[in-house]
């Protein structure tokens, strides 16, 4: 299957591909440089970032439960507790822009830490695997990853993109290794949802 890399629903047409077909859509990305997966992240951030604040302004606060970015939580908490008191509504248009600063920074902050721990446990692979990685396997979160619980399953959805499916593809990895890359993050996100009630510090 041939994607298509123009076009006004691109974005869409890779993220429906990929939740399909990860193993060839991964395969399919090897050859793109930074600026493709940047683009597929940018879309679908800006779509989250565009939302979010209105479900926070009716009275949905951006938690774990409510939130498939991390960048939605900690938007919040700083929209909450410094920007509304001084800002008042004008806050929720701040946010927006927070969120969309956020998810870029976040994205290149963990595909660094990332390809570190894929090449450390034995892949193959460039930065720019890692930062494929992590821009497409966010996509499942523009499937209304602002709702509350919906935004656990696609939040779910998206780390097994990041760090099961990505590793396994792109930096020819083994498949046991990519469940044990899978299963230690999933297992010390939850540690810390259990014990300190977020998981924005891991």
């Not at 494929?132 to 996509?139: E, F, N």
Request: one cysteine or more; glycine letters at 8%.
């Amino acid at each position: 299957m041939v994607i298509e890399r123009k076009g006004r629903w691109g974005m869409l047409r890779k993220l429906f591909y990929m939740l399909k077909e990860p193993d060839l859509f991964f395969e399919s990305v090897r050859g793109e440089g930074y600026r493709e997966p940047f683009a597929f992240l940018l879309q679908v951030s800006a779509v989250i970032a565009f939302f979010t604040p209105i479900v926070n302004y009716f009275g949905w606060p951006s938690t774990d439960r409510n939130s498939a970015y991390q960048a939605q939580i900690i938007a919040w908490r700083i929209t909450s507790e410094q920007l509304l008191p001084r800002w008042g509504v004008l806050a929720y248009v701040i946010e927006a822009f927070l969120i969309l600063t956020l998810a870029l920074v976040l994205a290149a902050f963990m595909s660094a830490f990332l390809h570190l721990v894929f090449r450390l446990l034995g892949g193959q692979g460039s930065s720019l695997h890692a930062w494929k990685a992590i821009c497409y396997g966010a996509g499942p979160c523009v499937l209304l990853g602002w709702i509350p619980y919906w935004a656990l399953f696609v939040g779910a959805l998206a780390f097994v993109l990041q760090l099961y499916y990505g590793p396994k593809v792109l930096y020819r990895m083994r498949e046991g290794r990519a469940l044990l890359i899978l299963a230690f993050f999933v297992g010390a996100t939850l540690l810390e949802f259990a014990t300190k009630g977020t998981t924005v510090g891991f």
